[in-house]
């Protein structure tokens, strides 16, 4: 097992190095010129502003030097400058980070938790109406678009209902919590502000449903699955020879075994979660990276575009290489070395 | 498992089965679903009373006997428009997941076979594809060769075909070695020869299996792409681009209603027949 | 050895462990599938009652059904009693006995330890079920002295183990010790040895043996090896499609079968001393559930098969501790059955 970390985590850059060129050679594929982003209309017009914006953000210079020049900043950390906000796109990132991650946190608890009890439900009560129900909700999780649930959501729970507040993650009139890991969530719970707690966990209610319907959903079949698989083996009719309770059988024995090919899945759900952050983001005008991202594509931005891309390549590779690490470590009869 | 397990009883009375084992409701609903958006998007401009591009009505009407889904900001009729989306999003995603299948079972094939050199670097480029979340994929292309549905499609394919590579790969690697392949080399067929006539007619059904789910998430991803505003531009009446419209009119909330579900029924269609068919090819698998 | 006695004579008190017309229905089509079709059945203390037939004939689904853990599904009637009470019917009182007075180990013990768990967190939850009082290091102290009892090698060592590290024969060992964990008064054994190499068959036999002399527990052995039930058994029960055909105290049915079943079945039997006879397969198979014969079940395949066989069932009828179903078994006579000579199958 130590061999296949190594080799995986050795892969690890070799993808990214991949991922970075990709990324790269498809940002300078343009058809639309960048430089009428930078400058404006009105500006092309002037070739002294061109040239200096050329210079400025090294567009004269062949391809190949610019790949060179920008994997070598890669390295330091530095993914270029935005050309629509003008600062560093990994300044930009980071700011936008824990609003990204908050939500993300949310929705896979909501996924997680809910997708567990859903299956192990589903499975206890096979063919009944637990069952079907638990497989329905599972279904419409992960067939329902992302951008559409978010707006019924909000429709139905915030204008129709008024339990929710509406899109936004803390009201326009409160000011943020001080900053300690960006989350408003703990940090208004920190800093003792009890209201703005409230607001800020209200309004990551409906975003984190939305968006954790889709893991919810997946978890929820591939529990059932799994669940229904292990509780036809023998130790588990062993284990009610032991005069264990059913509760105790479900549980300690059949969820145990089961998890492990769940595992697999919470890191594969990653990658929804990325895709569903970039929509949902959008429909409860959330400010995180997806609305960056959104912003930056339509923008023609491609220091933007490039930097988001190759975090969330990063990011989805070390998840993967995580989960699997984990799944080797979950299950005893994997062998080490 | 101990003799506690129920001896296979042959009942003496079998109850007549007109219905094959795979067929099952859900399966019969997705057919049914699919088959209504392909009727649709063939015919609908011979029975719609309204023009999906022309004002219909006054703009934002709730729904009602003459618009039963309402009419939009510029007072096109919903359901109309929605029905006429069938014809973009239908179209893409076969052309979208044929080309990706085409483009991704070659290179899978001539991996497996092949082995060696080829694989190596096949199969990387898969990785490398694969490591991007999808539709940051998409957006960095779409955005690189500009909006339109036409680009978006390019997108979409670029993140679609490594999964296909790797199923035919599998396949190939698995059929490879097996008998009827080693006699046809051994009578001195050529290489292509060997992976066109015996290998590839039976490494199909993991395919088919994908590419037809595969069909109602590029649905899905069209409308994500169009809802950012990376693929169908207005005034097209595709799924993505109305329910952004309908983001903007948000009490308004017809307009987004009838390409949701238009949506969504398209998922589950394709969801329900690829899981028939999966049935279909191997009975012991599934839940 | 304890005195086995005449169990239909007025006892002094009633055998510890006993089945009366237990019926076990699956769920199915008119009205479900009968696998087990009025067994009685009974152990005492000390003594090894061992449970015969083929697969399908039941034999599993009884003990199975006795101890409870046949699932909602499948209806069971009849009486189980413990030391002269009835628990069938009480499934809460009934899970509560499992694992603390009646044990069952079981035949793959790969299949039937928790792959994910330590052995030794097994047994000690084994122990910890019946009794919250324990802590985690007494009953792992407890764990590790019981895998000593069974003479698994550093025991210690091993209860920090996963199954898949042990040998075939110590998983056995562990699954023995799980079992003993509460001091159980019922060891039910499904075919404790099929799934092991014959020399490990052999120590597995020796230990439950060990543990039935020094504990006095009353051992029920199912299996489908003759070969054992001679071995360690003092009694056995013959069950043939859901029902017991003949019940003797062992010496008896291998040297005085009183039913065909059993007879044929020893004729199948290699021997190793005496005259190397050819062996007798017994045509045909058992039937399944829902294709048993009228009459006698065994009559299709039964070499001296009469008219009335195929119509009347025969009624388990004792004389003395021998009983057998069987029209053409004449128990008080004790003559033995008009079998055929060697080959002479019908």
């Given at each position: 097992m130590l061999r296949t970390i190594v080799r995986r985590l050795i892969a690890v850059p070799l993808l990214l190095l991949g991922v970075v060129?990709?990324?790269?050679?498809?940002?300078?594929?343009?058809k639309g010129d960048p430089l009428v982003a930078i400058v404006g209309e009105r500006q092309m017009t002037n070739p002294e502003v061109v040239a200096a914006a050329k210079a400025r953000w090294g567009l004269d210079r062949p391809l190949p030097e610019r790949y060179l020049v920008y994997v070598g900043n890669l390295l330091t950390g530095d993914l270029g400058t935005s050309f629509r906000t003008k600062r560093p796109v990994a300044?930009?990132?980071?700011?936008?980070?824990?609003?990204?991650?908050?939500?993300?946190?949310?929705?896979?608890?909501?996924?997680?938790?809910?997708?567990?009890?859903?299956?192990?439900?589903?499975?206890?009560?096979?063919?009944?109406?637990?069952?079907?129900?638990?497989?329905?909700?599972?279904l419409l999780g992960s067939s329902v678009p992302v951008f559409w649930s978010g707006l019924l959501m909000l429709y139905v729970f915030s204008v129709l209902l008024g339990w929710l507040p509406g899109p936004g993650r803390l009201d326009p009139r409160m000011a943020a919590p001080p900053a300690v890991t960006g989350f408003y969530t703990v940090d208004a719970l920190l800093a003792g502000d009890l209201p703005a707690f409230v607001d800020a966990a209200r309004r990551l209610v409906l975003p984190a449903i939305v968006l954790g319907w889709a893991v919810l959903g997946i978890i929820t079949r591939l529990v059932r699955a799994s669940m229904l698989d292990v509780l036809g083996q023998d130790y588990i009719l062993a284990a009610r020879s032991k005069g264990a309770t059913e509760r105790r059988v479900l549980f300690n024995h059949a969820l145990r075994n089961a998890m492990i090919p769940t595992l697999t899945?919470?890191?594969?759900?990653?990658?929804?979660?990325?895709?569903?952050?970039?929509?949902?983001?959008?429909?409860?005008?959330?400010?995180?990276?997806?609305?960056?991202?959104?912003?930056?594509?339509?923008?023609?931005?491609?220091?933007?575009i490039i930097g988001v891309t190759i975090v969330g390549g990063a990011a989805f590779l070390l998840t993967n290489l995580v989960t699997d690490v984990a799944y080797a470590l979950a299950d005893p009869r994997v062998k080490l070395g | 498992m101990t003799d506690a397990t129920l001896p296979a009883a042959t009942p003496a009375v079998r109850r007549r089965r007109t219905r094959p084992q795979w067929l099952t409701l859900p399966v019969i609903i997705g057919i049914a679903i699919i088959a209504f958006w392909v009727i649709?998007?063939?015919?609908?401009?011979?029975?719609?009373?309204?023009?999906?591009?022309?004002?219909?009505?006054?703009?934002?009407?709730?729904?009602?006997?003459?618009?039963?889904?309402?009419?939009?900001?510029?007072?096109?009729?919903?359901?109309?428009?929605?029905?006429y989306g069938a014809r973009y999003s239908l179209p893409i995603a076969v052309i979208v997941v044929a080309v990706a299948v085409a483009i991704g079972s070659a290179l899978g094939a001539i991996a497996g076979y092949l082995g060696?050199?080829?694989?190596?670097?096949?199969?990387?480029?898969?990785?490398?594809?694969?490591?991007?979340?999808?539709?940051?994929?998409?957006?960095?292309?779409?955005?690189?060769?500009?909006?339109?549905?036409?680009?978006?499609?390019i997108a979409m394919v670029a993140v679609s075909w490594p999964v296909y590579a790797r199923l035919m790969r599998a396949q190939v690697l698995s059929l490879r070695g097996r008998e009827h392949v080693e006699a046809a080399i051994a009578a001195g067929a050529s290489r292509p020869r060997v992976l066109i006539r015996h290998i590839l007619p039976l490494a199909w059904s993991p395919t088919l299996v994908n590419a037809t789910m595969d069909l109602g998430q590029i649905v899905l991803l069209a409308a994500s792409l169009s809802f950012i505003g990376l693929g169908a531009l207005p005034p097209t009446p595709e799924w993505g681009q109305m329910i952004s419209e309908g983001a903007v009119h948000f009490y308004s909330w017809w307009i987004a209603f009838g390409p949701g579900m238009a949506i969504l029924s398209m998922v589950l269609g394709f969801s329900f027949v690829g899981d028939g068919l999966r049935d279909l090819f191997d009975p012991r698998s599934g839940t | 050895m304890s005195a086995v006695g005449t169990a239909s004579a007025a006892a002094a008190r009633p055998p510890l462990f006993e089945v009366r017309d237990l019926r076990v229905v699956f769920p199915g089509p008119a009205g479900g599938l009968e696998a087990v079709s009025g067994v009685d059945l009974s152990v005492d203390r000390g003594e090894v009652l061992a449970v015969v037939g083929e697969s399908g004939s039941g034999k599993s689904v009884t003990m199975l059904a006795a101890m409870g853990l046949t699932g909602p599904a499948v209806k069971v009637t009849g009486s189980v009693k413990l030391d002269g009470e009835d628990y069938l019917g009480r499934?809460?009182?009934?899970?509560?006995?499992?694992?603390?007075?009646?044990?069952?180990i079981f035949q793959d013990p790969m299949t039937a330890l928790n792959p994910v768990m330590t052995v030794g967190a097994q047994i000690t939850e084994m122990i910890r079920i019946h009794d919250r009082s324990v802590s985690q290091r007494q009953a792992m102290k407890k764990a590790v002295d019981l895998l000593a009892l069974v003479a698994v090698p550093f025991p210690e060592r091993r209860a920090a183990q996963y199954p898949h590290e042990f040998s075939g024969g110590m998983r056995q060992r562990a699954m023995i010790a799980m079992a003993?964990?509460?001091?159980?008064?019922?060891?039910?054994?499904?075919?404790?040895?099929?799934?092991?190499?014959?020399?490990?068959?052999?120590?597995?036999?020796?230990?439950?043996?060990?543990?039935?002399?020094?504990?006095?527990?009353?051992?029920?052995?199912?299996?489908?090896?003759?070969?054992?039930?001679?071995?360690?058994?003092?009694?056995?029960?013959?069950?043939?499609?859901?029902?017991?055909?003949?019940?003797?105290?062992?010496?008896?049915?291998?040297?005085?079968?009183?039913h065909p079943y059993t007879a044929s079945l020893l004729k199948a039997l290699p021997s190793l001393e005496g005259d190397r006879g050819r062996l007798v397969p017994i045509d045909g198979s058992p039937p399944g559930l829902a294709a048993r014969p009228p009459g006698c079940s065994f009559h299709p395949r039964c070499p001296i098969a009469v008219p009335r066989c195929s119509v009347e069932r025969p009624a388990l009828i004792a004389v003395g501790d021998h009983a057998a179903a069987c029209h053409l078994a004449d128990l008080s006579a004790r003559t033995p059955l008009p079998m055929p000579a060697a080959g002479g199958a019908r």
């Open positions: 060129t990709i990324a790269f050679l498809l940002s300078n594929m343009t300044q930009d990132l980071m700011v936008r980070l824990p609003a990204t991650l908050e939500l993300v946190i949310a929705a896979m608890i909501v996924g997680i938790v809910g997708g567990i009890s859903l299956g192990v439900a589903a499975a206890h009560f096979r063919d009944k109406g637990m069952d079907h129900a638990a497989r329905v909700l599972a899945i919470i890191g594969f759900s990653f990658a929804y979660l990325i895709t569903g952050a970039v929509l949902t983001e959008a429909v409860f005008s959330w400010p995180g990276i997806g609305t960056y991202a959104v912003d930056a594509a339509r923008a023609l931005d491609y220091p933007a | 649709v998007a063939v015919t609908v401009p011979l029975w719609t009373p309204y023009d999906p591009l022309m004002i219909a009505g006054r703009r934002l009407q709730p729904p009602s006997a003459a618009h039963w889904l309402g009419t939009d900001a510029l007072g096109r009729d919903v359901l109309v428009r929605t029905l060696g050199l080829a694989d190596s670097v096949i199969m990387r480029l898969v990785d490398v594809t694969l490591a991007f979340p999808p539709i940051l994929l998409a957006m960095a292309v779409t955005a690189a060769l500009g909006p339109g549905l036409d680009n978006a499609a | 499934p809460e009182a009934l899970r509560r006995l499992r694992g603390k007075r009646m044990a069952m003993m964990a509460n001091d159980p008064e019922v060891l039910i054994a499904d075919e404790p040895t099929t799934a092991l190499d014959v020399t490990i068959q052999a120590q597995i036999i020796e230990l439950l043996d060990g543990l039935r002399r020094e504990r006095g527990l009353a051992l029920v052995l199912i299996t489908h090896d003759l070969g054992i039930v001679a071995g360690l058994a003092d009694r056995v029960a013959i069950l043939y499609a859901g029902r017991v055909v003949e019940r003797a105290p062992v010496r008896e049915a291998y040297y005085r079968p009183a």
